[in-house]
């Protein structure tokens, strides 16, 4: 199982062979140009949508990665100004792992994601003793046990948090064998025969599956998976930062954003329902705040 000593240690690895170190640092922000570090489609097609839209005197370079680590190193370096290439969740356990200082600034999309099935045809179908192929990132496990859950297939603790594991499940009433795997390869346990496999559009499309093929998808009315633009904290109240919100929050973000949704790809999160709770709680506790100085005068 993946735990957080071997995610240390990947993450020392990459940073190391990638020559993330001091010597090789250049400017996150040079000359009012922002580096954007990204991924895979649709992320880096929102990346570009933002840059030509961005308002003077800011310009957005896409710096494109190969992985699911480097973007958050080049970030926390200071290599790049911003990423846009994953969800808060997954921003968390970065931090949480190296003492980091990233923050979530602009919701954009939620992924419609689920579990895929070369052999069921439909959740009737499920056998006991199943094998379940789960992303190998605590992050993304948890997104998938929580949608098993979601469909009545496994129970969790009840005191769970936000990030669960296979050792969380309480009941487990069709016995299903649990495998965990780079979220990279899970397109090749689905073409490997795996019975159930999570997986998001992006690296499934590779195999011409959408999530109408999916044989269940997510229900998160929430949007705790969304994809964010990210940054450093110092960075979360500059010009800069403000800048890129209102180019990932744009006009044609959300147009293009919307054509995917149409199309059954993901669905729009600039205005979530959580980001909606936060803010109401950050207003809440300000007026508390207030209230406490008023009263001790």
């Given at each position: 199982?993946?735990?957080?000593?071997?995610?240390?240690?990947?993450?020392?690895?990459?940073?190391?062979?990638?020559?993330?170190?001091?010597?090789?640092?250049v400017s996150a922000q040079e000359d009012n140009v922002l580096k954007i570090a990204s991924h895979?489609?649709?992320?880096?097609?929102?990346?570009?949508?933002?840059?030509?839209?961005?308002?003077?005197?800011?310009?957005?370079?896409?710096?494109?990665?190969?992985?699911?680590?480097?973007?958050?190193?080049?970030?926390?370096?200071?290599?790049?100004?911003?990423?846009?290439?994953?969800?808060?969740?997954?921003?968390?356990?970065?931090?949480?792992?190296?003492?980091?200082?990233?923050?979530?600034?602009?919701?954009v999309y939620n992924a419609v994601v689920g579990f895929y099935s070369p052999v069921y045809k439909?959740?009737?179908?499920?056998?006991?003793?199943?094998?379940?192929?789960?992303?190998?990132?605590?992050?993304?496990?948890?997104?998938?046990?929580?949608?098993?859950?979601?469909?009545?297939?496994?129970?969790?603790?009840?005191?769970?948090?936000?990030?669960?594991?296979?050792?969380?499940?309480?009941?487990?009433?069709?016995?299903?064998?649990?495998?965990?795997?780079?979220?990279?390869?899970?397109?090749?346990?689905?073409?490997?025969?795996?019975?159930?496999?999570?997986?998001?559009?992006?690296?499934?499309?590779?195999?011409?599956?959408?999530?109408?093929?999916?044989?269940?998808?997510?229900?998160?009315e929430t949007d705790t998976f969304a994809i964010v633009l990210s940054v450093r904290e110092g960075?979360?109240?500059?010009?800069?930062?403000?800048?890129?919100?209102?180019?990932?929050?744009?006009?044609?973000?959300?147009?293009?954003?919307?054509?995917?949704?149409?199309?059954?790809?993901?669905?729009?999160?600039?205005?979530?329902?959580?980001?909606?709770?936060?803010?109401?709680?950050?207003?809440?506790?300000?007026?508390?705040?207030?209230?406490?100085?008023?009263?001790?005068?």
């Amino acid at each position: 199982m993946f735990n957080k000593n071997m995610f240390k240690s990947f993450v020392a690895f990459v940073a190391v062979s990638l020559g993330f170190n001091s010597l090789m640092l250049v400017s996150a922000q040079e000359d009012n140009v922002l580096k954007i570090a990204s991924h895979l489609p649709p992320m880096t097609d929102i990346v570009e949508i933002a840059a030509d839209v961005i308002e003077e005197p800011y310009s957005i370079e896409l710096v494109e990665v190969s992985d699911n680590i480097q973007y958050n190193e080049a970030v926390f370096n200071d290599e790049v100004f911003g990423s846009f290439a994953q969800h808060r969740p997954f921003m968390e356990m970065f931090n949480d792992e190296r003492e980091a200082d990233l923050v979530a600034i602009q919701p954009v999309y939620n992924a419609v994601v689920g579990f895929y099935s070369p052999v069921y045809k439909t959740m009737d179908d499920i056998e006991e003793g199943a094998e379940v192929a789960i992303p190998s990132d605590p992050a993304n496990e948890a997104r998938a046990l929580f949608i098993l859950e979601q469909h009545d297939l496994i129970t969790l603790d009840d005191e769970v948090g936000l990030l669960p594991t296979v050792d969380d499940i309480t009941e487990n009433p069709y016995n299903f064998k649990f495998s965990h795997v780079d979220l990279l390869n899970l397109t090749g346990a689905y073409e490997d025969g795996v019975e159930l496999v999570f997986n998001y559009p992006t690296y499934i499309a590779s195999i011409d599956l959408k999530p109408e093929d999916a044989l269940f998808l997510e229900k998160d009315e929430t949007d705790t998976f969304a994809i964010v633009l990210s940054v450093r904290e110092g960075n979360k109240e500059s010009e800069a930062a403000k800048a890129l919100q209102k180019a990932f929050s744009s006009p044609e973000v959300r147009e293009f954003v919307d054509k995917l949704a149409a199309e059954g790809h993901l669905k729009p999160a600039f205005d979530s329902k959580k980001d909606k709770e936060e803010d109401q709680a950050s207003s809440d506790q300000g007026v508390e705040e207030e209230s406490s100085e008023e009263a001790s005068k």
